[in-house]
């Protein structure tokens, strides 16, 4: 059967790095508190040269080094973005232009902070279909344009950044054993919308807007969301927490990443943890985890590695990846 394998990994981050300490001289915060409740300690934040689409460029073709390739190799570029550079084109199309692709096809797709699960799954899905070869997988942020950094229970949490990965469609066994990923699971729940959201859109407000939240619902639901389609993957594939080499989970909140990891008996030492230098970048923080995780050599060919997200929507999933 059709896999599809990862080739190659990469990373982007904005040249400005904003401290919590530099937080406490913008709102009424402080270092302590932050780090208390989320495990942030620092974030990077765009300049105005700096856009999704050029944090997404740069993290693709650092994948496609990594990879040994080139963008004549790429068929699909797909991009998770809740921040795309303009209401259309799909800044997907940009990245493509940008890479100097003449052929092939590319879009955006937006589940928020679960955006890059979703994208590796419709990627996976495009490769074992038959309608490309190597897919670009990326996912970008610049969340610093759509926060009110009046706002301190908001403004502290988001950062800007990109990771990616290419997938190959490779042939395999059809067993465990096999490279690429085994299986997916995604769930979305509308009823949720309000807990997390912008208050702006070109259908209803004419603006942008201004991302909103209500921090304890989300925690709330985070943790039981997370691990119930953590829980469908080992009984899709039979494995079990045991099995799993590292969990890279989307990097919202030390606190939801530690309550999930322990609710899965997943043991921290097995779990990817970038929030403290990233923030939460949204569809960026699991492919800049994974980025971090496989240049310092904690990932490994071979490894069985689980992704998890959950973000607006509300939409979660996982995705279980022999590396």
Same mark, same amino acid.
């Given at each position: 059967? *059709?896999?599809?394998?990862?080739?190659?990994?990469?990373?982007?981050?904005?040249?400005?790095? #904003?401290?919590?300490?530099?937080?406490?001289?913008?709102?009424?915060?402080?270092?302590?508190?932050?780090?208390?409740?989320?495990?942030?300690?620092?974030?990077?934040?765009?300049?105005?040269?700096?856009?999704?689409?050029?944090?997404?460029?740069?993290?693709?073709?650092?994948? /496609?080094?990594?990879?040994?390739?080139?963008?004549?190799? *790429?068929?699909?570029?797909? /991009?998770?973005?809740?921040?795309?550079?303009?209401?259309?084109?799909?800044?997907?199309?940009?990245?493509?232009?940008?890479?100097?692709?003449?052929?092939?096809?590319?879009?955006?797709?937006?589940?928020?902070?679960?955006?890059?699960?979703?994208?590796?799954?419709?990627?996976?899905?495009?490769?074992?279909?038959? /309608?490309?070869?190597?897919?670009?997988?990326i996912g970008a942020e610049t969340f610093s344009r759509i926060l009110d950094w009046n706002d301190r229970t908001t403004c502290v949490l988001f950062g800007d950044g990109a990771g990616a990965v290419v997938l190959e469609a490779q042939e395999g066994e059809g067993t465990l054993a096999d490279r690429g990923i085994l299986t997916a699971h995604l769930r979305s729940d509308g009823s949720h919308k309000d807990k997390l959201y912008v208050d702006g859109g070109p259908s209803t407000t004419g603006t942008v807007g201004h991302l909103k939240m209500e921090?304890?619902?989300?925690?709330?639901?985070? #943790?039981?969301?997370?691990?119930?389609? *953590?829980?469908?993957?080992?009984?899709?594939?039979?494995?079990?927490?045991?099995?799993?080499?590292?969990?890279?989970?989307?990097?919202?909140?030390?606190?939801?990443?530690?309550?999930?990891?322990?609710?899965?008996?997943?043991?921290?030492?097995? #779990?990817?943890?970038?929030?403290?230098?990233?923030?939460?970048?949204?569809?960026?923080?699991?492919?800049?985890?994974?980025?971090?995780?496989?240049?310092?050599?904690? *990932?490994?060919?071979?490894?069985?590695?689980?992704?998890?997200?959950?973000?607006?929507?509300?939409?979660?999933?996982?995705? /279980?990846?022999?590396?």
């Amino acid at each position: 059967m *059709i896999r599809s394998v990862v080739r190659g990994y990469g990373a982007a981050l904005p040249k400005r790095v #904003v401290t919590n300490r530099e937080l406490e001289t913008m709102v009424d915060t402080s270092d302590e508190w932050i780090v208390q409740r989320t495990g942030i300690t620092q974030r990077y934040i765009a300049g105005d040269d700096e856009t999704t689409a050029s944090l997404g460029e740069k993290a693709a073709r650092a994948a /496609l080094d990594n990879a040994g390739l080139t963008p004549d190799d *790429i068929d699909l570029v797909l /991009l998770a973005t809740s921040t795309p550079n303009n209401t259309f084109p799909a800044t997907a199309v940009e990245i493509q232009n940008r890479l100097g692709m003449k052929h092939g096809y590319a879009f955006d797709m937006q589940a928020v902070c679960s955006g890059f699960v979703y994208a590796m799954t419709t990627a996976d899905l495009h490769l074992r279909g038959g /309608l490309a070869k190597r897919a670009l997988v990326i996912g970008a942020e610049t969340f610093s344009r759509i926060l009110d950094w009046n706002d301190r229970t908001t403004c502290v949490l988001f950062g800007d950044g990109a990771g990616a990965v290419v997938l190959e469609a490779q042939e395999g066994e059809g067993t465990l054993a096999d490279r690429g990923i085994l299986t997916a699971h995604l769930r979305s729940d509308g009823s949720h919308k309000d807990k997390l959201y912008v208050d702006g859109g070109p259908s209803t407000t004419g603006t942008v807007g201004h991302l909103k939240m209500e921090g304890r619902e989300v925690f709330k639901h985070a #943790v039981a969301m997370i691990t119930d389609v *953590i829980e469908d993957a080992f009984e899709a594939t039979g494995t079990t927490a045991e099995d799993i080499d590292w969990l890279v989970p989307h990097q919202a909140n030390r606190r939801i990443i530690d309550g999930s990891a322990k609710k899965l008996n997943i043991p921290t030492e097995k #779990v990817v943890v970038t929030v403290d230098i990233h923030g939460n970048t949204s569809a960026a923080s699991i492919p800049l985890a994974l980025s971090v995780a496989c240049a310092d050599g904690r *990932i490994k060919k071979g490894d069985l590695v689980m992704l998890e997200a959950m973000g607006g929507g509300f939409t979660w999933g996982a995705v /279980l990846i022999r590396w």
